[in-house]
């Protein structure tokens, strides 16, 4: 059992560049199926709703969702927010144009107009400005100087906010993530990565230290059932 007192950074199969195209979508749908059932579209609809509807026609409110893996949030926001009648413009970036194309492939088959960047979150161009910004389940990957600059990153490129939605480490959740991730997928990368994913992520007081040096000054951190933290920034 790994100490929890500390982030336990071990190497998550998911990302490594030679993962066998099969398991890597077999992982990407156990991972939506968690989210799923992780409420992790209703943490984020409700506040982007609220600055949407601060922001009416005839702007076009736009979000931007960073290092989107399999897209499934976004995917759920857009159709949320098509059923609400709120004028929501989507896009995503990611890296892998694996990925890439199975959120292209989803929104096609559901009519979704999401627009798609393939870009390093870290090392690539700015990312193109949005009212907006938003990433999930990406901080637990980077180090202290990474998430300080996916942070920086974000914040100038967001017109109003951004949205912050991750794991918090803790014993609690740590076998939380244990029983979902066997209960929930069948994939072999879920098992082991889940699990390290909460060792390796940060706790609250981690978090805002960090936006503290990233500049994200009044950023608030709230804690969200199951295992997750909420890092909202308004500008």
């Given at each position: ?114 627009e798609c960047f393939e870009t390093d ?8 400005s949005h009212d907006v910004i938003i ?22 490129a967001a017109r109003v906010a951004i ?73």
């Open positions: 059992m790994p100490n929890l007192s500390i982030r336990n950074r071990l190497p998550e199969w998911m990302d490594q560049p030679d993962i066998d195209p099969d398991l890597h979508l077999h992982a990407l749908q156990g991972l939506a199926r968690l989210n799923y059932f992780s409420n992790s579209v209703s943490l984020l609809w409700k506040p982007l709703r609220k600055l949407a509807q601060a922001n009416p026609p005839p702007h076009t409110f736009s979000v931007l969702d960073v290092a989107t893996g399999s897209g499934d949030i976004p995917l759920a926001l857009c159709k949320k927010a098509l059923q609400a009648k709120i004028n929501i413009k989507f896009s995503v970036t990611d890296k892998s144009a694996f990925a890439l194309n199975l959120v292209k492939e989803k929104a096609q088959q559901n009519n979704l107009p999401i979150a870290l090392e690539g161009p700015p990312f193109p990433c999930s389940l990406f901080l637990h990957h980077l180090d202290n100087n990474e998430a300080i600059t996916l942070m920086k990153r974000m914040a100038k949205l912050i939605n991750d794991l918090e480490r803790s014993w609690l959740n740590w076998n939380m993530v244990w029983v979902a991730s066997h209960l929930l997928s069948r994939s072999p990368v879920v098992h082991m990565d889940g699990p390290r994913s909460v060792a390796g992520a940060f706790n609250q007081r981690e978090v805002f230290e960090l936006a503290k040096q990233a500049g994200l000054l009044g950023a608030k951190i709230e804690t969200r059932w199951p295992c997750r933290f909420l890092l909202s920034w308004n500008k």
